[in-house]
């Protein structure tokens, strides 16, 4: 509680508190080299024993588990764009085809859960999306024909801040900060008070929602735990043992970092130009994150914040308004009894 | 079935679009009928949210609102019991008691683990409002519930009944002091996450909040206290009134993309019934009240609908603006691009 | 490969981040492509014009390999007079006989080879239908080649060096591509001329002494009327282009699930033995030597003229001592073919009634095999069925809740079949070996003792032959010795589980007598044919040498060779790569000190390299054998493909092949496109089966081919295996990929108005299915000769049951049967189909909606089912009934009103 609350922090687990902690570990995802298996994401089920999201067709390309949640801490993320990946060759030119689906499909895809996300385990409140309809694909494209197309893939986590707003706002102590500098729920502690779930500005963790007879931890948050046991016992966490194509990457931060660094400027030199890092900064919103990412297009198109910054940031900012409303009022009372007797 | 005559091809025919941009989700308020707000165009994945809403239901608002009548009450109590005026100080000593019980049982009965609740003793946390409203209701409910107490002594014992008439007045000031905390610390409450209309309404929300605790308090005042006693009550609707009306003017100035949301759908119609209500409540207070007990009980009454309304809106505005990713993204986008 | 190998696709990204190009061709756009650097889509069943097609390309632009051509392949060897090519009949090779819709391919076969010497025995397949012939036609058929190259009868042939003898295999090849242009290409894939080229540039440009370039398929080649000639056909290129038998090179075939390599070595297949070995054949085989000489030829070079050693071994193995020289080894044994008893024909059998009994292993037909219907259909015919599997599969529930339960064809209380569900052990829950693609043995250990009555295959048949011994033992009948002179004697553990590894042994195979009685064969050279060892299949032999378990070796690739020899044990004699010795040039030096692998050590004189060489070890580059010796003897210093008959590999095959001895275009059974290079339609010598429950749907030249206007394929997703029973069963699978769902093009979409996950029902001539609808990009229109086509991708995972977590109709119900000849594999990767929008009628109702369309389209047993076409096809009467206007509009299929190629 006692460090601050942004900017760079080397020292995060021994800002807890922790006495000669190892270094912090975290993962790269290089997602230009993710096949979208989603072996990371039964692994990670596998292993902690996590329960399906249901059985949904979300219509989302491959994706049918949505979104990270309180049951799915790993999520993988397929987009499909009418744009050229690097200096991919595609026989499109000369083919008798149409404007693009994709652009009204990315638009649509939400529809497929009729606002209902507690399909994704996400939200149990029904919504009205007032989403557009899937017919007449391509007509939000003004394209001619389609000539251009690329399929990316990524595997999304729990990002592991260095400035946790999950763990600041949690009032019972359960989201604690490890010896690894990673941010873990305590399932035994956690009362389900359900405040870190709006903090989270990648919005990552959740409560879980569910019959609580059948599943356990329901009503309680739920979000990776960097496999807590396994690099406890000096194991690798269940994804990135489980990644075949070395996506998923894990290992300590520092030198993740400089991996990160090396393989965004050796796509760059192989042409691929949209690549780019992402949550390697410290100096960015939430003082960099131990579970980093190379992406291929914009954060957002990944349902990723394009420049989170840790709400806890403007805390202090938040008390002092507070007192000096909690003054004005004090100050109003007594004014308000000010004055004739009767 | 049959293969497809011409209607078919028809109905497949292309329709022509406005814009090309990759990935882009161009959907701005409008939808419910509301008014439409200029249309933003932004990347999102399949239109889904990038932070999540609060998993929380109507406790939450409800406790904010109770919150603010007791810390309201607790403050006219003290003032009327040093003040001699025995019908508000009851009124309001009860209203305070009563307000804060039920505030305690919302807030309880929305955790994912009600037993569990006594797990936000197991930490006295800064960073988070949750564990520091705990606290502050701590330190608030012991005073507020003696008080209140006294109020109701002609039920008890005797023994127990001197010894509480002789604490209530030291009760009901220390419940006051802490008062004006419990009423402005839920603003930080809710603007300290990630939810784009809450954090970006962390400035003036604290006011907005103050001035509803005000006003509703001097409304259950103006129910419960005789046209006599009610005097403080009535300049504390009009001060708390407009307090919460300049302050919620600002907020919505700066907070930026996400002050639509306050206009839209459910929250747009409780902010509208809200501004209505407040309004005409001080107006009672301030004309009618003085000279028609029922003129004051209906301003008292529509002074506390309107809080009411006041944080079902904000509540209500803040989830929607979760659940919809352009005001997450769009933002974002354009911090960036200002940045060099 | 992403999509359904992902475990071995990290080699490839590997690879890719090493420099390598990845071209992905396929008709969809897969994961594989997301990350290769150049994805061609085509149209599905189109592979052979593609591939002639960069054969013609590198014959009109010399690019092959002269050197390794020249010396390593039988491109000088000079063919019959009487050979004729398909351009000048029609679409078929000389031998084709209308009438039984066979070759007799002796004039296939090389200048100079009789048939009538020396040993008197035609070793090539020839035509006709009687018993006996119908049975070389087996033994000449492709799935016996597995461990060896078909045989002649001797390899003295006449030969041009200089390639130019216009008979010569060089000169056929060219003449017999030179119409595969990059225009006819394009014409009959849908693949645009510039990406074709682009390919032929990068496949060439990376091929070569300095660099090699090696082609990967699944079953997306081989699920063909023509899938043999897939593969043919990227064997000549990568043979003109000296890219076998070289690092880098090569042609991967991966298989459809672990050890489905295994089950070929040690057969699931009808038609052989362990190794290879042709199964014997009533009437022809009576006795070993029969056996022996007709399998192979004294005279043919090369190490399959040791299959006698082969064989006794084998026997021995079987019957140990009971198995002696007097008694032929106990070859009397082995039971005799009749015939074709493979998959589909046994199917047909049960129909007919002629099957009582069935076995499914880990295999679930009613959802996996082509004609979901007649598969289930033939099951309840059955008297009974063991199904052993992990789950409770629809093909063990078919009799409650199949699709023909619902449209009322089949009545559960009708159904006599006795179903025994044997719940399986998988493959963590037992020990044993899994044999890879590359011919690797890997050991896998029991980790954990099966659930409740789970038991391993092999815990099954050891106790059931157990038992039926011990039921046998009383009344002693001749009938009965083969099964009670068996070795049955395998240790077993608590569990009453046999020795995996005792199995693996005898698989191996031991010395019998001598000194060494008792020590396991180290090599395959080491087996006798005097019954001095045993041996349980000679192409394993080694895997347990020197007493040990090589497939339990598992030393780290950064402890060894980039090699990495000690990792696993692959067959044969743990050689990585086959007929190794091309990566040397004739003299036995390295084509390039890059691409260096195995080369002749003049100071030792001996083989050596980093591979085992797949070679005699000592025997110099430079030696020649005395024309007319066979066997190993007989191999040149210089002919590397040791496992064939005269030493050379074959860009044309004289023998081996029913289908012709080259690739041709041929359109797939079901195509709504005319074959653009001959006027033969599909494959002449493909296997038909004209039936009234295998109705096919019209082609061109038929009349009403456009009632089916466009083409599905089906395939695999990397959430799901196969037929579902590994993956239904799992909720965490089932989650990521929980409904069948069809793949179109947005262009379809807008012709047929489909909306995305809306629903679609497909129709063909055998019944109609329903899809959740996804449009996507990934799939596009082709232009198909001027034409639009649209292809609809079904991924073959669900089927129709109560059983399962998630459920569906099954992409396979939609296909017929048609057959390859050489391999009897079902065309069930590409078919004609239509597709609507809106779910499928249910019940009787869907019955009568399949029998619409069949009115429509004026589908008799014969449509479809000709093989000889073109010739006749002028004068094929109209049979379509249909009113014009029900016809599915020609807008829709034809390029003038197209949509899109207006624009």
Redesign the interface.
Known sequence: ?GSQ?SGPDPHVAKNSGWHEPPPRKGFFTDTS?C?????C??AC??WNGI?????????????????L?ASTWRHV?F?????R?G?????????????????A????????LSGD?SLLG????K?????PS?????????????TD?????SSDVCKHCTHA?CL???????LMRTEFGTVVVQDD???????C???????V???R?GDRDTVKN????QKCTLCYDRIGAGQTPACAQAC???SIQFGDVDELRVRAQERVETLHANGVSDARLYGENPHDGIGGAGAMFLLL??P?????????IV??H??P???K??????????A??????V???? | MTTPGPAQQQRAAPEPSSQAKRGRRRRGAGRDGDPVVPEVSFSSYYGRPVVKASPWAADIPAYLFLGGVAAGSSLLGAGADLTDRPTLRRTSRIGALAAVTLSFVALVHDLGRPARFVNMMRVAKLTSPMSVGTWILTMYGPGAGLAGAAELSGLMPRPVRSLIEALARPAGIAAATVAPALASYTAVLLADTATPAWHDAHRELPFVFAGSAAAAAAGLGLIGATTADAGPARRMAVLGALGELAAERRMESSMGLSAETMHMATAGRLMRASRTLTVAGAAGAALVAARSRVGAALSGVALLAGSACTRFAIFEAGQASARDPKYTVVPQRERLDRRP | MAECHPVGFQWVMEAKARGAKIIHIDPRFTRTSAVADMHVPLRAGSDIAFLGGIVNYILENEKWFPEYVSAYTNADVILREDFVDTDDLDGVFSGYDPETGHYDTTSWQYEGVDETEPSGEVKAPSGGQDEDDGSRKERGAGHEMGGHGASLPHSDVQRDETLQHPRCVFQVLKRHYARYTPEMVSRTCGVPVEAFLRVCEEVTANSGRERTTCWVYSVGWTHHSVGVQYIRGSAIIQLLLGNMGRPGGGILALRGHASIQGSTDIPTLFNLLPGYLPMPKVGEHDSLDDYVDTITSPSQKGFWADARKFTVSLLKAYWGDAANAENDYRYGYLPRLTGDHGTYATVMAMLADEVEGYFLIGQNPAVGSAHGKMQRLGMSHLKWLVVRDLNMIESATFWKDGPEIETGELRTEDIGTEVFFMPAASHVEKDGTFTQTQRMLQWHHKAIEPPGDCRSDLHFFFHLGRKLRARLAADDLDRDRPLRDLTWDYPVDAHGDPSADAVLQEINGRHLSGEKAGQTLNSYLEMADDGSTSGGCWIYTGVYADGINQSKRRKPGRDQSWVAPEWGWAWPLNRRILYNRASADPDGKPWSERKAYVWWDEEQRKWTGHDVPDFEPTKPPSYRSEPGTGGIAGLDGDDPFIMQADGKAWLFAPAGLLDGPLPAHYEPAESPVRNPFYRQQASPAREVFPRKDNLQNPSPPEPASDVFPFVFTTYRLTEHHTAGGMSRWVALLSELQPEFFCEISPELARLRGLEHLGWATIVTARTAIEARVLVTDRVVALNVGGRTLHQIGLPYHWGVGKSALVSGDSANDLFGVTLDPNVHIQESKVASCDIQPGRRPSGPALLRFVEEYRSRAGITIETGNQQRTGIQSDTVPAVSTVPADSIVPADSTLPDDDTFTER
């Open positions: 509680m609350l080299i096949i979208g298996c989603k072996a994401e039964v089920k596998e329960p399906d999201d249901g059985f949904n067709l979300l219509g989302s390309s491959y994706d049918n588990t949505g979104a949640g993320a987009i499909e764009q009418p744009r990946l200096e991919q060759e595609l026989a499109f030119e000369g083919m008798p085809l149409g404007p693009p689906a994709s652009d499909l990315n638009e649509a895809g939400d529809a497929a996300r996400t939200d149990n409140t919504v009205q999306l007032g989403m899937f017919n007449l694909p391509g007509a939000a494209s003004g394209l001619e024909t389609r197309f690329r399929w990316l893939m707003a600041d706002v949690c009032p019972t102590g359960s502690i956690c009362n389900g008070c359900g405040y779930v709006p903090a989270c500005p990648f919005g963790i959740d409560r929602i329901v009503g309680i948050a075949p194509t070395q297009d914009e957002e198109v990944y349902g990723l914040p394009p420049d989170p709400t806890t403007d805390l900012v938040m008390w308004q507070a007192g000096l409303a909690a003054l004005s009022l004090l109003g009372a007594a004014a308000a009894f004055g004739r007797s009767r």
